[in-house]
């Protein structure tokens, strides 16, 4: 057991009344002293379902998401990895099997906590680090109430796991210690939450449906299917034969007794608040990437005049462009050849990527000129000398337009640095696989149509790689939010919940994602269908498959790259699915046949199309 500082009992008078765990300098949890079990002893409670700084805090970190995406990893201590995955492995076989009175797996874990969509627990070992144990989860609305459910139903167990789990150094320390503590009855969601990680990138495959109407809808499905192959349903009456909307309209009045939710109108998956707020945040990040890439180009407008300076631009640009294409391309053997083209996808997305371009640019110009102008003014409200400030007026906004230009010439340099990296970096051609890890995981796929993947990779030094895969996350969790809110991943359409988080200060990084099909045949499709945004996403990880530009190549190479990824794979000992037997895909076709029944009556046209989800 872990030496403790302080334990419930033996807290001086000042802290008996609470803990005060102040998380990042931004909050703090007060975790008041409460009889809990009723037993006598005082137990640090924190009443986080009902604390506002909690979900103001969350609400800064995951915005309006309806659905929230965490995680929480937590360093193992070596000598107990082996009874950490025997906890893990004892609770997996309490939950996955039917109970009295529940005819379905996990009843009791879906009953107790009607929110999850999908949870997973799962110990990763790396020759190179101690283990680390994972607690993912995927449900809808705030964290505090699910924390909660969750304590009711195996805190005892997360309880245990914790004592297998490394004492921490940071503020939430006297927390841990408490709650492992010898007979302790301390809650353990406190510090699950404190220890929470933000991902870097999400994405929710069947955005805004909840668990509770993800599976209305499913019921729904069945129900209609039934309903058509009734026997007595099977001539030209009530049915075949029919009008579209009159199949509509009959199917309606017979669902809705059963589904008396079909009466009312459904909630917007994303409401047009939030699709603003995704789209600003979008266009915000891109005028910081546009305003961080015009400094150069503001610094020298400002002393060089504008004809020097235009050709300063246009010759650093040749330059760059030179340098670029002289090292552009592939080292032997590392090629592959694919249908994506760069040009193709910019005039394909012309009008997103314009937006996105100059929009920023635009506002940036305005933004910054402003600024400047308003401390012009205000040294001349302060001096006195506003009729001499008034010169200044031009040159202020000249630098700026020009060093917004100025991008042109200093993007270049930096896609020429990159390159010059990727030429020399190493990669895993034939990485080590455990024959025993590989095995395990095997054994604990592909009993249901769904599966779990987890990764953990470490990420290649150095600044320009710490830029890009901080900033390229940021952006790609952005661009996903606006654009990915029909199911679509790219063009697959197989992923329920995945996300990325950046571990060990960012030394590390995460990959879980819950999907349809085997782990072979999802590999196969993000090789196939979004080798770019997947290059994009790993192609920092240290061994990765030589890339081009970070979006050529890398994925591309389907057996170097599976191999790669399974090299980084841990077993997923405790995996939850609300529902595994719907696809992302079916889950879709239900919501669309719940959604034509809710809308009213439809005209001919809508209704064939409603009819051929049927």
Known sequence: ???????????????????????????????????????????????????????????ERISTMRQTTLCVPLDVRPESTERLSALIELLRRREDRPHIGAADNFAL??????????????????????????????????????????????????????????????????????????????????????????????????????????????????????????????????????????????????????????????????????????????????????????????????????????????????????????????????????????????????????SVLLLPAAILTVVLTAVALSLVGLYGAITGLTGEMEAFLWPVSRAVILGVLGIVSTTPYLVWWLRRLEMRDHSQDSPHVDDDIATQMARYEDWVSQNHMGSIVLIRPGVLRSIIIRYGHMGLGLLLRVTATNGYLGSMRTVHFAHWAFLNNGSRLLFLSNFDQSWGSYLDDFIEKAHVGLTLAWGCGVGFPPTRFLIFDGASHGRRFKAWALASRAVSRFWYSAYPDLSVDQIERNHRLAEGLRNGPLNRADSRTWMKDL
Not at 194 to 206: C, D, E, K, L, M
Not at 296 to 310: D, E, K, N, R, V
Request: glycine share 6%; aromatic share 10%.
């Open 1 to 59: 057991m872990p030496s403790a500082p302080a334990s419930p009992t033996a807290l001086d008078a000042s802290n008996a009344a609470q803990f005060k765990i102040i998380l990042s300098g931004r909050f703090t949890l007060n975790l008041h002293v409460l009889s809990l079990f009723d037993t006598p002893r005082p137990c640090p409670h924190h009443d986080y379902r009902d604390t506002a700084a909690w979900d103001r805090h969350w609400s």
């Open 109 to 354: 874990l879906s009953r107790a906590v009607p929110t999850l969509h999908f949870m997973s627990l799962s110990v990763f070992e790396h020759q190179s680090f101690d283990p680390i144990f994972i607690i993912e989860a995927n449900f809808d609305g705030r964290p505090g109430p699910f924390w909660a459910q969750l304590e009711a139903q195996m805190g005892e167990d997360l309880r245990e796991m914790l004592r297998c789990c490394k004492e921490p150094f940071d503020r939430t320390r006297n927390l841990y210690c408490a709650i492992t503590a010898e007979g302790s009855r301390v809650p353990v969601a406190p510090y699950l939450e404190a220890s929470t990680q933000r991902p870097s990138v999400f994405h929710h495959g069947n955005r805004g449906l909840t668990r509770d109407r993800i599976i209305a809808e499913a019921k729904l499905f069945r129900a209609l299917r039934e309903e058509l192959d009734k026997p007595q349903n099977q001539g030209a009456q009530p049915y075949r034969g029919a009008e579209p909307e009159d199949v509509r309209d009959r199917l309606y009045q017979k669902m809705l007794p059963e589904h008396p939710w079909l009466g009312t109108p459904g909630p917007p998956r994303v409401s047009g608040t939030e699709r603003f707020l995704d789209i600003s945040r979008l266009f915000l990040f891109a005028t910081m990437v546009v305003g961080a890439l015009a400094i150069p180009g503001i610094l020298m407008a400002a002393i060089l005049q504008t004809p020097i300076y235009l050709a300063g631009v246009a010759l650093f640009a040749l330059v760059g462009i030179y340098l670029i294409a002289r090292d552009r391309a592939p080292l032997p053997g590392t090629e592959v050849k694919t249908t994506f083209s760069l040009l193709g996808y910019l005039l394909k997305h012309a009008p997103l990527v314009l």
